[in-house]
C-alpha cells in the first residue's frame, strides 16, 4: 500500500486556544542534581510543545529509567515513568492502539543503549510514530556513576577502577543500521539548535531518534565541554543542513536528509571516530516511509470494511456445529 | 456379507504415527464425525517438541487420543481399547499403555528390518508372540492406500501420504461414524489440487470399504448419542475457546483488544487465532520479545485498550518485571500462562501446573495479582472473560492459568447466548474527582473506589485529568511519588486488600457430594477437573463416599473455601505439581491437605486418582 506523506502529529488534535510552557509544567518539584543538562533540555521541551498547537491531554510521555526517566513527572501531560529498558515497547504499544496522540520516549544511554536496546532497535526497524529522546550522558548517573555504553574506552569508574575494556556504540550510527526514519544529534548546550531539532523529530511521521548530548556535572562532568567552549566548538562541530554541502574525509557532496539510501547517512555518522575531535550535529537522515502502526490499523480497518457488523455467535459457532 | 454390530457405551481410540503421518488431522477428524454423531467426547494431542523428529524412531511419535460415549464423560480416558500404529515406533512407543484384550491395528508396511531396528525391536512384534494379549489386526494400509488411489497417477511418496485417511475411513466404519464432514473437509482443503482432494476422497472411501468387505473385522460397533441438555453444540479446544474468550470479552466490554505476544508453545495458537479476527477490532503485535509483548500490551491497556499478553511459563519468568509495573500503575492486563513441564524449556509439548506459584509471588516485593483457571478445553471461554472481568473491574493484572492439556485438548461446548454473556463496564474517569484547596477540581489517580479500592482509570486526550504514573512508590490519593514509610506500608496492604476484595463478586465454592455424607473432600484446580471427577464417579459408583469441589479463583480463594474446607474429615489435593496450591492452603488456612501429585507431563489417569481416593476414603472410615 501507499502512504501519503504525512505529519507525526496529523492525527493529533489541535488545541481549540494557543497553550503556553506554563501549561505544560507540573507543580511537582524538580529533582535533578544542580547543573544538571537535564534542566536545559526540559525546558527547552516545556517551550517548544506549545508550539506544536496541539492539546495537551493528548500528549504522552513515556520514560524508562535513569536520572533522564523522571522527565514525564515535570510536565502536565499524561505520563508514564515505566521501568529500565522498556519505554520503547509500552510506547509502541500505545502508539498502535491510539492514533491520536503525540507519543515521546524519555530515555538515556543505559536505559536505551544497554538494558533496552532490543527495544529500541525493533521501535526503529518497524517505525512507530514515536519521538524517542536519548539523554546522552556517558554514564549511569542514578546508580552513582559506572560506565555506560557509551562512555570512552579506558573509562575509569567505580565499576572500572582500571578503565573499561568495551567499545562504546555511536547512538546514531546505530540509529542509521536498524533503519530509523528520522536521525538527528543535538547537545543541551545549543537552545535554539535543540528545539529545531526536536520541532522537527516531533513533526516526523514514523520514529524519530533524536541523541541530545546531555552533561552530568556530578559523575561525568565536562563530557561535551570541548563541543561547549565557543572558540574550540566552531572547530569540532559540524553542522548538518539540508542541501548544504559536506565534507567526509577528502569527499564532499551536498547533504540530502532525504536520500533512501542510509548509507551516506551512516558515513557522515563516522566522521567522530569516538575522539570528539569532529562531531556532526543536526539532522543525519529523515525520510518516509510508512510506519507500523498506520499500517496495523490499515489492516484493521480492511478488515472491518469487509465485515462492518461482525457477528460474535457466528464467530464462535463455527462451521461445525449439531443441534440437540 | 451383512456384519454383526455390537454396542458399546464408551471407546477410548489412540491414532499413532509419525509425526509426518498426519495423526492430529486423522483424530481431529474422527472427533468431528463423533461430535456431530452426538457421542460425548474429549481428546487429548500428544506430541513432540522437534518439528520432525527423524522418521520411524521413538522420539518422532506424535499420537492423539479421544473417548467418547454414549453418556457425559469427563477425560480423554485413561488406557485405548484401540491403538492405531502407523509404524513400528508408534506401536512400540503405545503398547504398553493397553490393557490386555484391547485391539491393535498395525500398518505393517513399515516393518522391515531397518525401521524395526530405529524403533529398538530386534524382532518383530508382529511375529515374536509379544502381543499375544491383545486382538491384533496386521494391515498393510500402506500398500492397500497406493493401490486403491494408482488411477490419480500420484508419486509414490504422496500416495503414501493417503494412509492416514485410509486408517481413518476403517475406523470410521469399524465405529459407525458419519462421513460426509471429512468428504466436505477434503473438498476445502484441498479445492486447489484437485487430484490430491479425489486422491485423500478414495484412500477415505476405500479404507471404509475395507472394513466393510474384510474378513478380518468381524463386527463393528455402535455407541448410541449421549443424552445432552438441548443446545447447539461445536468442538473445542482450550486455546481457540480462550482466543474467543477474549474476543467477547472486547465486544461485551466496548475495549478494542491489543494482544502483546511472542511465540512460544503451546501458548501460540492463541496469537495465530485472534490475528485472524482484526474485523472485531483486534490488534495483534508479534513482539521482538516477550517483554516488549507485555510492555506493549500495558502501554494499550494505558491508552484504554483492553491489554492481553498470551505466554507459557519461560514466557511469564521474563514479563515478571512488566507484571510488578502493572501492579503498581494499577491498570488493566490480563497475562495468559498456557503452563507446560519446567523448569527452563523443560518438555514444551507437554502438561503440568506447576507455575501456581510463579503465578502468584513470581515478582519482587510484595505484588498480589489475580489468578483464574480454567477447568477444561471449553471452559477457557468462561475463564477467559471473568478474567477480563476481574482486570477492568479492579485495575488489575490477572493471570489466567491454562495448561497444555487445556490448550490442545477438546470437548463438546454448548454454545452460550451472546446476549447472556456478562457486560463489562470499563468506567472511565471522565471529571476531576477532588477538590482542591484552590477550590478548582482535581485528577487524583489513586483516589479510590471505597467499595472495590480500584482506582479511577483516566486515559490520554481526556482533557482536565492528566496525570503521570509509574513504578515509584505514590502517595495515596494524589498518586505523587512518595518516599513515606506509612504511606508505603499503606499502599502495599491497600494494593493486598484490593486483590481480597476481589472474593466479594466471586461466586462461593460449589461442593458436589450427592449422598452429602463424604468425609473426605476431593478438591482440585485446573486442568484436573476432568480426572477428579470420573474418579469421584467411580468411587461413587462403588458405594464410597466423596464429595468434590474445584477452585476456579486461586487469588483470592472464594469466601467460604476455609469454612468448605473445615467440613471435611479429610481434603486430598491432586495436583500435577509437588504440591503448589496444598502449600497455600495449609498457609491460609490451617487445613492438613493432603497432596496427590505428578510430573509426568500428561493428565491424571482416573485409575490411579480412584487407587488414591479410596485408601483415603477408607483410611477415614476405619
Ligand atoms: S547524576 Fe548526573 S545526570 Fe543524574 S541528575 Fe545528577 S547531574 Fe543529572
Redesign the interface.
Known amino acids: 500500500m501507499t502512504i501519503e506523506p504525512m505529519s507525526g502529529l496529523q492525527l493529533v488534535p489541535r488545541a481549540d486556544e494557543p497553550t503556553t510552557r506554563k501549561d505544560f509544567s507540573s507543580d511537582q518539584e524538580v529533582r535533578w542534581c544542580p547543573g544538571c543538562g537535564d534542566y536545559i533540555v526540559l525546558a527547552a521541551v516545556q517551550s517548544f510543545l506549545p508550539s506544536l498547537g496541539l492539546r495537551r491531554e493528548n500528549v504522552v510521555f513515556i520514560s524508562g529509567i535513569g536520572c533522564s526517566s523522571r522527565f514525564p513527572y515535570y510536565l502536565d501531560t499524561y505520563g508514564m515513568h515505566s521501568i529500565h529498558g522498556r519505554a520503547p515497547a509500552i510506547a509502541t504499544g500505545l502508539a498502535t492502539s491510539r492514533p491520536d496522540l503525540s507519543v515521546f520516549v524519555v530515555t538515556g544511554d543505559g536505559d536505551a543503549l544497554s538494558i533496552g536496546g532490543n527495544h529500541l532497535i525493533h521501535a526503529m526497524r518497524r517505525n512507530v510514530n514515536l519521538t524517542i529522546l536519548l539523554f546522552n550522558n556517558r554514564i549511569y548517573g542514578l546508580t552513582k556513576g559506572q560506565y555506560s555504553p557509551t562512555s570512552e574506552l579506558g573509562k575509569i569508574t567505580k565499576s572500572t577502577p582500571m578503565g573499561s575494556l568495551d567499545k562504546p556504540f555511536n547512538p546514531v550510527s546505530l540509529a542509521l543500521g536498524a533503519e530509523a526514519s528520522f536521525v538527528a544529534r543535538t547537545l543541551d548546550s545549543d537552545r535554539a539548535h535543540l528545539i529545531e531539532v526536536l520541532q522537527a523529530a516531533a513533526d516526523h511521521r514514523g520514529t524519530s531518534f533524536v541523541e541530545i548530548y546531555q552533561n552530568c556535572p556530578i559523575f561525568n562532568d565536562g563530557a561535551f565541554d570541548m563541543l561547549r567552549d565557543k572558540d574550540e566548538s566552531e572547530a569540532r562541530l559540524i553542522r548538518l543542513r539540508h542541501g548544504e554541502p559536506v565534507q567526509v574525509g577528502d569527499r564532499e557532496w551536498v547533504h540530502d536528509i532525504h536520500d533512501p539510501d542510509p548509507s551516506r547517512a551512516f558515513e557522515i555518522s563516522r566522521i567522530d571516530d569516538g575522539s570528539m575531535t569532529k562531531v556532526p550535529v543536526g539532522i543525519f537522515r529523515s525520510v518516509q516511509r510508512p510506519t507500523y502502526d498506520d499500517l496495523v490499523r490499515a489492516q484493521v480497518e480492511t478488515a472491518r470494511t469487509d465485515d462492518p457488523e461482525p457477528d460474535l455467535a457466528s464467530l464462535i459457532a463455527g462451521s461445525d456445529t449439531w443441534t440437540i | 456379507m451383512t456384519k454383526q454390530v455390537e454396542q458399546l457405551d464408551q471407546v477410548i481410540i489412540r491414532f499413532a504415527g509419525d509425526s509426518g503421518d498426519g495423526m492430529q488431522l486423522t483424530g481431529d477428524r474422527f472427533t468431528?464425525e463423533t461430535?456431530?454423531f452426538?457421542n460425548d467426547l474429549s481428546t487429548l494431542p500428544n506430541f513432540p517438541a522437534e518439528i520432525r523428529a527423524p522418521a520411524g524412531t521413538l522420539p518422532g511419535v506424535s499420537s492423539f487420543q479421544l473417548h467418547f460415549a454414549d453418556h457425559d464423560i469427563l477425560t480423554p480416558g485413561d488406557a485405548p481399547d484401540v491403538l492405531v500404529a502407523m509404524n513400528p515406533a508408534a506401536l512400540r512407543a503405545n503398547v504398553n499403555d493397553l490393557e490386555p484384550g484391547a485391539t491393535v491395528i498395525v500398518d505393517t508396511h513399515d516393518f522391515t528390518a531397518r525401521n524395526l531396528g530405529r524403533a529398538g525391536y530386534a524382532t518383530s512384534p508382529l511375529e515374536d508372540g509379544s502381543l499375544g494379549a491383545y486382538d491384533v489386526h496386521p494391515v498393510d494400509l500402506t500398500n492397500m492406500t497406493v493401490e486403491a488411489i494408482k488411477e490419480f497417477e500420484l508419486t509414490r511418496k504422496d500416495a503414501e501420504r493417503a494412509k492416514n485417511m485410509f486408517a481413518l475411513g476403517l475406523l470410521c466404519w469399524l465405529y459407525g461414524r458419519p462421513t460426509e464432514?471429512t468428504e466436505q473437509f477434503l473438498g476445502t482443503k484441498f479445492a486447489r489440487v484437485p487430484n490430491i482432494r479425489d486422491a485423500n476422497m478414495a484412500a477415505f472411501r476405500a479404507g471404509w470399504n475395507f472394513g466393510e468387505t474384510t474378513e478380518d473385522f468381524a463386527v463393528s460397533y455402535q455407541i448410541k448419542?449421549a443424552a445432552?441438555?438441548?443446545?447447539?453444540?461445536?468442538?473445542?479446544s482450550g486455546n481457540l475457546a480462550l482466543s474467543?474468550g477474549l474476543?467477547?470479552a472486547s465486544?461485551q466490554s466496548g475495549l478494542?483488544l491489543?494482544l502483546?505476544a511472542y511465540p512460544i508453545t503451546p501458548a501460540s495458537d492463541i496469537l495465530h487465532e485472534l490475528s485472524k479476527?482484526?474485523?472485531?477490532?483486534?490488534?495483534t503485535?508479534q513482539?521482538?520479545?516477550e517483554?516488549?509483548g507485555i510492555?506493549?500490551?500495558?502501554?494499550?491497556?494505558?491508552?484504554?485498550?483492553l491489554?492481553v499478553t498470551t505466554t507459557s511459563g519461560p514466557g511469564i519468568a521474563l514479563k515478571s518485571?512488566?507484571i510488578?509495573?502493572a501492579v503498581t500503575?494499577e491498570l488493566p492486563l490480563v497475562i495468559v500462562d498456557v503452563q507446560r513441564g519446567g523448569p527452563s524449556t523443560g518438555l514444551p509439548t507437554k502438561t503440568e501446573q506447576a507455575d501456581l506459584l510463579q503465578a502468584m509471588f513470581g515478582r519482587n516485593g510484595e505484588a498480589p495479582v489475580a489468578i483464574v483457571a480454567p477447568r477444561s478445553p471449553a471452559d477457557c471461554?468462561d475463564a477467559a472473560l471473568e478474567a477480563v472481568r476481574i482486570a477492568i473491574t479492579y485495575r488489575t493484572p490477572v493471570m489466567l492459568l491454562s495448561d497444555g492439556y487445556l490448550a490442545n485438548g477438546s470437548e463438546p461446548w454448548q454454545?452460550?447466548d451472546?446476549d447472556a454473556l456478562p457486560v463489562i463496564d470499563p468506567r472511565f474517569a471522565t471529571q476531576p474527582n477532588h477538590d482542591g484547596a484552590d477550590g478548582v477540581g482535581h485528577f487524583w489517580p489513586y483516589l479510590r473506589d471505597p467499595e472495590t479500592l480500584a482506582r479511577p482509570w483516566a486515559i490520554?486526550?481526556?482533557?482536565?485529568?492528566?496525570?503521570?504514573?509509574?513504578?515509584?512508590e505514590k502517595a495515596d490519593g494524589h498518586g505523587?511519588?512518595s518516599y513515606d514509610p506509612r504511606n508505603h506500608d499503606l499502599m502495599v496492604r491497600t494494593r493486598k486488600a484490593k486483590i481480597d476484595r476481589i472474593a466479594d463478586t466471586v461466586e462461593p465454592v460449589f461442593v458436589e457430594d450427592p449422598g452429602s455424607r463424604a468425609r473426605v473432600l476431593a478438591l482440585g484446580w485446573g486442568s484436573t477437573y476432568g480426572s477428579i471427577g470420573a474418579a469421584c464417579r467411580r468411587l461413587r459408583e462403588r458405594g464410597l463416599d466423596i464429595a468434590q469441589a474445584h477452585l476456579r479463583h486461586l487469588n483470592p480463594f472464594p469466601s467460604n473455601l476455609g469454612e468448605v474446607l473445615s467440613r471435611y474429615d479429610r481434603v486430598v489435593l491432586p495436583e500435577m505439581n509437588l504440591g503448589q496450591l496444598a502449600m497455600l492452603l495449609r498457609a491460609t488456612y490451617l487445613v492438613d491437605v493432603v497432596g496427590y501429585n505428578q510430573v509426568r507431563g500428561v493428565p491424571f489417569s482416573v485409575a490411579e486418582l480412584e487407587a488414591a481416593f479410596t485408601t483415603i476414603v477408607e483410611e477415614v472410615s476405619r
Open positions: 468431528q461430535a456431530a452426538g464432514g448419542p445432552m441438555a438441548s443446545g447447539t453444540y461445536r468442538n473445542i474467543y474476543v467477547a465486544v478494542p491489543f502483546g479476527h482484526k474485523r472485531f477490532g483486534v490488534t503485535f513482539a521482538e520479545d517483554i516488549a510492555g506493549a500490551a500495558l502501554g494499550a491497556s494505558f491508552g484504554g485498550a491489554g518485571e512488566t510488578g509495573l500503575l471461554f454454545l452460550p451472546i490520554p486526550g481526556t482533557p482536565g485529568l492528566e496525570h503521570r504514573i509509574g513504578g515509584l505523587n511519588i
